[in-house]
């Protein structure tokens, strides 16, 4: 029977190996959407690359549950794995790949600090941003009457939707897109937030109520000792007349 | 004469049942726009379903009215409840039911913690946007110069516009629709506004001062502790010098 | 000379004329805007009220001015009420007498609550976006390629501007036009922002840190009391055999 | 070898010419595209007088790294200083010598008060409103197909952009003018946060809770005082017993 670290272990180990795949996905998700012209050759790898990364994550989601003591309970308190190993085999929403990515990390990296989850939630924004342009590019692009054709409009099209401006020169036609669409909405109105809150957060922390309160309180405790102080000399002098 | 406790028993008795009343109000509301060309007899029994569930409510707050010991008090301290009930008695304005029934259920909820405060705003969110869209999709269908004629586009359009993008590759181009818009903009700015206060609020309650003015307090009450120890064992002492 | 108290005793008796006459001038602005077709004589009447505003308002700053005793200071320390005596001079911006009514009862009604500042910038806003919406017509309205022709085009593009939503199926076309539209974002940016800071305000308010600190510290001077207490039953003890 | 403070007081006395030179250096920069038309000097006039500029500052920049005693550390310790020097000398972004220009200034400025931050990104928000704008315009102007053809223009479309609104009605058609768009929505998203978190700190430190824990401990801490004064009399009290 596994140890209690073997699990533990195992996953400080696979986190390398499993961010370069991360890289690597990425990689070979875009590349085919950026340049669909690429020879049919590199096409074919960048698909094998795709479901070999899958692969990889399934395989690592398999080994923690198998080196897990109790695997009942592995399952339900990790939902984000199971959700991340399931969600890219329906073939359509390939870019939830990557949402699961995000959704894998956010939950290795243990939100401690302010500025970790500022880092961690601008990093997504960007990777959705990304991610959401090319993939609204590749549903996009071959409708008749899309306003979205090129990876420019794309990312474009994608900065103005986050940020919430939403000039209306791109929009997305088709269904897909407009899920996708969406999600990046979504997106938007959480990195506002964020920013907002952490200026919030800093404010408050830095400009805070000068305690009035908490001052009388300090100035009582040291009245409070000057008497006790004084007490003590008396019960001194006291001891100094009985004993006489 | 009812005792004290009788409207209380009532209103937990009748949780349940008006809640399924209101699930089915609202399955009742949006069939008859998702597939205007279902059968008569099935449009029929919508709107009888819609009445019904109307006139459920209406007695619910007739009994309750009832049961008050001072029922002037319980109308004026309910304005909600009222409203409730004679609001979706104006014909053209049918989606304010559902803006009832949300009123009602957060009365009654008690909104007691920042958790339940963010899922009744989520929760009310995504009601409004799925019943603004089809109540929008209702009143534009007709009109010969809409944007809006599928309830695909009518989502689209609903969600545009709760995040405060506004493509307006869609938009109501009617009185009574721009009149819903602009309910779905307002609850847009709210959800906005919950989503921030939230993470602030998380950020702030986490990563708050490390407040040194009450550490020294502690630090001083501490010493004058000590102190007035000190005074007891030699009290203590003068006693024993005392009796010799 | 006068003394100190008779400019607040005018100050309080000329407030509720004042209000009644601010109610006046809106409807004598709003008016001839929403009926251009009224008769020649009705139009006349509301041209005369909105300058016999103007000079109501006008005469109460001399009247304020000559019953102060250090004038040149109540010139400086009033600034707002100056500006919003002179601004109305500038024909064109008719509206600014609008804002500067707003200005005249946010300095009158000392912002003294979170309650009383919500609800003014609340009415604030609805305030400016009624009038922005009038104003806005009344200069677009003669443009030949004007978008925004009748008051409920101009009521709904002052919804979609101030929720920051704009989906650009109106928009002015005029230089003042725009000026207008651009004090309508910045209300509405103010409007979110009061919105979120509210409920932040109200959730951290309410969710606050359960301060362990500060429990620690009553803990502290509880135990000191005791310590005190037992001291003085020593003392009383010593007194007794003392006297013996 | 220099003295720690040669360099403190170059920075203390450039500060004066530097600011004078920015202002030269908007000036100069704004004139060629507000009026294309003007005289030949003179536009060759602005063309020299922003590089002068550069000049100066990369001079200042050379001038405080040769006063540094580490001078590795002055230049890692002071990477926005380097960038602001060295980006200007990608040609096609010019405007970047104002966000440098800003940099430097929010750099020197030690941003320590909530007052001074919101002034800074104040400041710079309308400072990026109107050099964005004239940006843009001297970018999109030449192009067939834009929509942003005069000053007003461009104006107009970086408000609604700033604020999110986003009509539509005018957009950047160009690579380089959409990413200074971007840049303007990024501003503008800093621009709302801090106006939301502005008000959210001022309602925190305004309204906080009455607190009722410290309140509670002052009353102790004054109770306790009171118990050892009477203990105190008691025991001179004692003293005059024990001397007879």
């Given at each position: 029977m596994p140890q209690p670290t073997a699990r533990a272990r195992?996953?400080?180990?696979?986190?390398?190996p499993l961010l370069a795949l991360a890289v690597l996905f990425a990689v070979a998700y875009a590349f085919p959407?950026?340049?669909?012209?690429?020879?049919?050759?590199?096409?074919?790898?960048?698909?094998?690359?795709?479901?070999?990364?899958w692969g990889a994550f399934a395989l690592d989601y398999l080994v923690r549950l198998g080196l897990s003591e109790d695997r009942l309970r592995f399952v339900r308190s990790n939902p984000l794995a199971l959700l991340a190993v399931v969600l890219p085999l329906?073939?359509?929403l390939r870019l939830l790949k990557l949402v699961s990515l995000l959704l894998l990390a956010g939950q290795r990296a243990r939100l401690?600090?302010?500025?970790?989850v500022t880092t961690y939630v601008a990093g997504s924004c960007l990777g959705l941003l990304i991610f959401g342009a090319l993939a609204v590019l590749e549903v996009e692009r071959g409708q008749p009457d899309a306003s979205i054709k090129t990876l420019g409009d794309a990312v474009?099209?994608?900065?103005?939707?986050?940020?919430?401006v939403g000039?209306?020169?791109?929009a997305p036609t088709t269904g897909?897109?407009?899920?996708?669409a969406v999600g990046l909405m979504l997106s938007g109105i959480a990195l506002l937030g964020v920013v907002t809150a952490n200026i919030a957060a800093w404010f408050i922390a830095r400009f805070d109520k000068d305690d009035v309160e908490e001052r009388r309180q300090t100035e009582a405790i040291r009245e409070l000792t000057e008497e006790v102080r004084a007490l003590r000399g008396e019960v001194a002098a006291l001891k100094g007349t009985s004993v006489e």
């Open positions: 195992w996953e400080r180990r696979a986190q390398g959407i950026v340049d669909p012209d690429a020879p049919e050759a590199v096409l074919t790898a960048c698909h094998i690359v795709n479901w070999g990364v329906l073939q359509p401690a600090s302010q500025v970790r474009w099209w994608a900065f103005t939707t986050m940020t919430t000039y209306g020169d791109m897909l897109g407009r899920v996708l």
